[in-house]
T-cell receptor
């Protein structure tokens, strides 16, 4: 069965520092992968997606993610974090088929120190 | 353009009461998903509609949960005889079609069962 693991529950970084959030997935075929961000009391906003092709994917707000099939990973990165990036980040894999419901990880909460 | 709209934003009910949660998807979106997000967890899939057809309800936790989308636009998630474990945020998402197209999320309804 498909699954997503986000090993880090909570990460704190200093403003201006680089960021990497880890995501590992379990999926039998080529996965559809997504990163979403959720601010308190808000819904989820799509940061970026990977369907096929170039394994380095650019998203909004300066985020990027790299798909590594050999490691079953899809880590999210940002070279310089801003205080407004503090939020919860969710990695998700598409369940496949024509339906496409998402299977989410448990999320990583990002705190940013001034 | 308007995004996905959910109402109410907050709902408090006593155990045993019935509740109804509304989702108004982006106009023209064929696919509609409901997810349940428990505190500190990632969203979990409940059910999926393609137009008015409910094609997958495998994630509904019990027969107390019922969803409909009678005209292929607005959807309602109903929970009968609520229990404390139903307390969660209920998220609705829509997309142009299924098949792993990006989903657009509403801000959710936070349901608290006393």
């Amino acid at each position: 069965a498909q699954s997503v693991t986000q090993p880090d529950i909570h990460i704190t970084v200093s403003e201006g520092a680089s960021l990497e959030l880890r995501c590992n997935y379990s999926y039998g075929a080529t996965p559809y992968l997504f990163w979403y961000v959720q601010s308190p009391g808000q819904g989820l906003q799509l940061l970026l997606k990977y369907f096929s092709g170039d394994t380095l994917v650019q998203g909004i707000k300066g985020f990027e993610a790299e798909f590594k099939r050999s490691q079953s990973s899809f880590n999210l990165r940002k070279p310089s974090v801003h205080w407004s990036d503090a939020a919860e980040y969710f990695c998700a894999v598409g369940a496949g088929g024509s339906q496409g419901n998402l299977i989410f990880g448990k999320g990583t909460k990002l705190s940013v120190k001034p | 353009g308007a995004g996905v709209s959910q109402s109410p934003r907050y709902k408090v009910a006593k155990r045993g009461q019935d509740v109804a949660l509304r989702c108004d998807p982006i106009s023209g979106h064929v696919s509609l998903f409901w997810y349940q997000q428990a505190l500190g967890q990632g969203p979990e899939f409940l059910t999926y509609f393609q137009n008015e057809a409910q094609l997958d309800k495998s994630g509904l936790p019990s027969d107390r949960f019922f969803a409909e989308r009678p005209e292929g636009s607005v959807s309602t998630l109903k929970i009968q005889r609520t229990q404390q474990e139903d307390s969660a945020v209920y998220l609705c998402a829509s997309s142009w079609s299924g098949g792993n197209q990006p989903q657009h999320f509403g801000d959710g309804t936070r349901l608290s069962i006393l």
